[in-house]
């Protein structure tokens, strides 16, 4: 049974990477609209279909718990508006052909939680978690220094990404219930921008054809199947093991970037993606050590919710 359980999360975990990394698919699909408002029916519709999912499944019970307690609710507000600005910057580095930008930023993300894990949680890092964190730091100065660019957008995410995870780690939400209460929080200011301001042609329901108005409200499944999968996942399969699987929405990002869309992989990105690719080797090398060093558990341990 616990085999099977373990396969369950598997097959779990391989379908929401998957999905994140594919999901630059759908945004192209909506290129003609500003992502601002991409963002604004993103919130609308995940809310929408987060509402029915715990309505017919699990219910609002934890929900209501959570809404009993201001300091955990006070940290989903700042939440709310790192994951906002996550999305902002994904859907406008897809939309603008700087996928390769958020495929980077997304590679970084696991070293950067290492460092945040340093600093906040008093988390002391190995000696090959050092060494993979010296050479994403020496990719990202190289092109700093020899093309004079920052990768802003890749930074941009990684950082928004990582700091969300820390502090949706610190409230300790299960994840269904936090996109509810986030998406909740953000909903007046989506709803208000929706009826107050104008609108491009391409994000009013009111005079958009039907196949439009679709793609808009599927915003919430591309949202919240991945993250219902992932956190299906997390509880079956350790973190370790969950772990391995988080460079697969990268990579398919970076090959959609490279071979659909034709982003020029030039002699700048090489040396960056070079590096970092580099520092995830050690990374994954140090998962691998670590995790035969350490017994098994019968339990693993919850997961922290993703884009």
Known sequence: MEHAE????????????????FAPLYFKHLQQVPASEILLHRIIWSFVFMLLLLGCFTGFQRVRSVLRQPKQLAI???????????????????????????SLGYYINPLLNVMLGMIFLGERLRKLQWLAVGLAATGVLIQLI?????????IGLA????????????????????????????????????LLVPQDAGANMLTNSW?????????????????????????????????????????????????L????????????FGFIWLALLAFTAD?????????????????????
Request: glycine residues 8%.
């Open 6 to 21: 373990q396969k369950k999360g598997i097959v779990l975990a391989l379908l929401a990477y998957s999905m994140w990394g």
């Open 76 to 102: 989903l507000a700042v939440t709310s508006v790192l994951i906002a600005g996550n999305w902002l910057l994904f859907i406008w580095a897809v939309n603008n052909d700087h996928m390769l930008d958020a």
């Open 211 to 259: 196949d439009m108005n679709l793609l808009l409200m599927a915003a919430g499944i591309v949202t919240s199947v991945p993250l219902l999968c992932f956190a299906g996942a997390a509880v079956r399969i350790p973190l370790t093991v969950l772990g391995f699987f988080q460079y697969i929405g990268p990579s398919i990002m970076f090959v959609l970037a490279v071979t």
């Open 146 to 154: 020899s093309f004079g660019s920052v990768p802003v957008v890749s």
């Open 159 to 194: 950082t928004s990404f990582g700091l969300y995870a820390l502090l949706r780690k610190k409230v300790n939400v299960d994840a269904q219930s936090g996109l509810v209460l986030e998406t909740a929080l953000l909903m007046p200011l989506a709803l208000g921008y929706l």
């Open 261 to 272: 869309y034709g982003e020029p992989f030039d002699l700048e990105k090489s040396i960056t």
């Open 287 to 307: 998962m691998i050590y670590r995790r035969r060093e350490s017994p098994p558990k019968k339990s693993p341990n919850t997961a922290k919710p993703r884009l």
